[in-house]
């Protein structure tokens, strides 16, 4: 099947998905001041003034260790518990098992999801299928849960159980998007149940931008495999198939995005408000905190808190009204040094959105081609331009375009999707 636009847009993005995570980090990092290795830097400091005061005595020095685990426990906060079952815990040992894998076996998916590398020999294929059923056992299992808590948010400046999470659940992405691949010539039904149960953990993964960049790669990649089966597919009625192509998800993701964002912003205001000084890390998270007021520190989070919450419900707007809408809200932002060094466009982000809906009904059009269904295919228009969609016939099956570029450059290509529908003719 020949590569569609979108899969190209999100193959760059994700070389591999690793890359998506640690770019935005990077990004954090780089506003928060490099706040992770200072915290890094005093928890070393500290623990080398442990060793220095407890010498050679391994009595003291167990006492000290013990010491240091009871602190770093109790910044954790209490656990919180639900009634039911969460999903967290079923995925985490879905990611125990996959961390059993050997390098080999984890690079085959790795290859599978950035299309590179040869795939690997059918019996060496079956043999890996088998081996990972008791991973996508879990994964399916998580699909069903009461709720999703993974009780690993980062604190400021520590990321690293967030990281290493996230990582998890975009290795276990990889793993379910090549099964389901994998099962579609054997079992159609069941790869997309599986593709459905991979798209509930990544939707789960995480309310914020890293969680909904990471989303919306994958979801890419489910609908790529379905369109390359779109004849062994079932059709709308299908639940699990009503679940990938549901045309409300990405707004729902977009806005969780923003409001994760708003209450990430609301912990480090409490912060501020509780403490008698300026806490130094607010500095490290807001450019020119250092250099404002308190008054203007706790006014000019709670604009941005307002603002990112606000940010959720524009996705409807088109793109102009969007860049009136940023406009006006920046001329807001100048008011306040914090809220005018921070505020930032959401112009990839919203974009990205916007993709997903456009794909999503290109999938179901495509469906209603491929099953002769003329005067439903016909129904389903481009959600931006609300044009139908552009049709073209390839070699192996055919092509839908949408007037919606995978980015601002003039020269970008169209959102396309390319469905195959067996050997060219």
């Known amino acids: 099947m020949e590569s569609t636009a979108p899969v190209r847009y999100a193959a760059a993005m994700r070389s591999p998905r690793k890359a998506i995570l640690w770019m935005l980090i990077i990004l954090v990092v780089a506003v928060s001041g490099l706040a992770w290795f200072g915290k890094g830097h005093r928890l ?6 442990l060793s220095d005061a407890a010498g050679d005595s391994p009595e003291l020095l167990s006492k000290q260790a013990e010491q240091e685990r009871r602190a770093a426990v109790s910044t954790l906060g209490p656990m ?11 995925y985490g040992q879905a990611i125990a098992l ?9 690079e085959i998916f790795d290859n599978a999801s950035e299309h590179k590398g040869n795939p690997p020999d059918t019996k060496t294929a079956a043999a890996l299928y088998s081996k990972v059923q008791p991973i996508m056992d879990l994964i399916r299992h998580g699909r069903s849960a009461d709720y999703v808590e993974w009780g690993d948010a980062p604190s400021i400046g520590d990321y690293s159980a967030y990281t290493k999470r996230i990582n998890g659940v975009g290795n276990l992405a990889n793993l379910a998007a090549w099964e389901a691949d994998y099962r579609f010539s054997m079992d159609p039904g069941g790869a997309v149940e599986d593709l459905a149960a991979m798209e509930k953990m990544n939707f789960d993964n995480d309310d914020s931008v890293i969680g909904f960049v990471g989303w919306q790669t994958d979801h890419f990649r489910a609908l790529n495999i379905m369109a390359g089966h779109v004849s062994d597919l079932a059709g709308e009625e299908d639940p699990a198939i009503m679940e990938l192509v549901d045309s409300t998800a990405a707004e729902r993701g977009f806005r969780n995005a923003m409001g994760g964002q708003a209450a990430t912003y609301e912990v480090i205001l409490n912060e501020l408000k509780n403490s008698p000084d300026t806490p130094p890390h607010i500095a490290q998270w807001f450019s020119e905190a250092d250099k404002a ?11 941005l808190i307002m603002t990112e919450r606000e940010t959720g419900t524009t996705f409807t707007k088109t793109d102009d009204e969007y860049r009136q809408w940023y406009e006006s809200r920046k001329a807001e932002a100048a008011a306040n040094p914090i809220a005018r060094a921070n505020f930032r466009p959401e112009f ?7 993709q997903m809906v456009v794909t999503d009904a290109m999938m179901r059009a495509g469906m209603a081609f491929e099953q002769n269904d003329e005067a439903r295919f016909q129904s389903i228009t481009d959600p931006i331009s609300g044009r139908p969609f552009t049709f073209t016939h390839t070699g192996s099956g055919f092509s839908l375009g949408s007037d919606l570029k995978v980015s601002d450059d003039p020269k970008a290509p169209p959102v396309t999707l390319n469905f195959s529908t067996g050997p060219a003719q």
């Not at 919180?80 to 079923?90: L, M, Q, S």
């Not at 990839?348 to 916007?354: E, G, K, S, W």
């Open 348 to 354: 990839f982000t919203r974009r990205l959105a916007r």
């Open 80 to 90: 919180k518990h639900r009634d039911g079952v969460n999903a967290a815990d079923i």
């Open 44 to 49: 070393f400091v500290a623990r080398a003034s």
């Open 98 to 106: 996959y961390d059993q894998l050997t390098y080999e076996e984890r």
């Open 293 to 303: 007021s308190r008054a203007d520190q706790i006014a000019g989070i709670q604009w």
